[in-house]
């Protein structure tokens, strides 16, 4: 079955430390991959996503993912993080070989920047 | 737009209570989503609907479970009789079809702020 691991469950940074969270899936077939963050209090955001072409994607305030298909994989960086980006940020992939619309998710990782 | 509404956004209630969760998507999507979110599972599938049709229940955990979409602008989610193991966050989302040459959706789903249900 498809799975998607994100092995950071909490991570603490100071206020301008850089950020790398993990994302990796098991499916092996074309697949569109996400990024969602949940602040505080909110619900789930879209921060960036890839469908195809360059593997590194930018998204909304200042994050962006790299796509390594060798290693599955879909890690999500910031080189300076701020204490506004305290959150919990969702990594989901969608298979495009099912023809199903289902998108799956890790279970989170929370973020705790410290200002 | 206002975006994906659920409510109620809180819902307490006791073991054994039927209880309705419902949702409005973004008008014009045709694709609408349900998710549970607890701190064990993380966020999970229940099912999914198309042009108001269930496409995929298999998420759903048991027959006390079943959602509905009479019209696309409308989604309830009921749980009967409700379990404290059901306490957790529920969300809906809804995403939308376009058109690239052919009919393609989009895949970007937008969330709704959630409901947070405790069962006692």
């Known amino acids: 079955a498809q799975s998607v691991s994100q092995h950071n469950h909490h991570v603490i940074l100071s206020e301008a430390a850089s950020l790398e969270l993990g994302c990796n899936y098991s499916y092996g077939g074309t697949v569109n991959l996400f990024w969602y963050v949940q602040y505080p209090g909110q619900h789930l955001q879209l921060l960036l996503k890839?469908?195809?072409?360059?593997?590194l994607v930018k998204g909304i305030k200042g994050f962006e993912a790299e796509f390594i298909k060798s290693k599955f994989s879909f890690n999500l960086r910031k080189p300076s993080v701020q204490w506004s980006d305290t959150a919990e940020y969702f990594c989901a992939v969608k298979s495009l070989n099912t023809g199903f619309q289902k998108l799956v998710f890790g279970t989170g990782t929370r973020l705790l920047v410290s200002p | 737009d206002a975006g994906v509404i659920q409510s109620p956004r809180h819902e307490v209630t006791e073991m054994g209570q039927e209880v309705t969760l419902r949702c409005k998507p973004i008008s014009g999507h045709d694709y609408l989503f349900w998710y549970r979110q607890t701190m064990m599972r993380g966020l999970e599938l229940l099912i999914y609907?198309?042009?108001?049709?269930?496409?995929?229940d298999s998420g759903m955990p048991e027959d006390r479970f079943s959602a509905k979409m009479p019209n696309a602008s409308f989604s309830t989610l009921k749980i009967q009789p409700s379990e404290p193991r059901d306490s957790a966050v529920y969300f809906c989302a809804s995403s939308f079809t376009a058109w690239r040459g052919v009919q393609t959706p989009t895949d970007t789903q937008y969330f709704g702020p959630g409901t947070r249900l405790t069962v006692l």
């Open positions: 609907f198309n042009n108001n049709v269930p496409i995929d």
């Open positions: 890839y469908f195809s072409g360059d593997p």
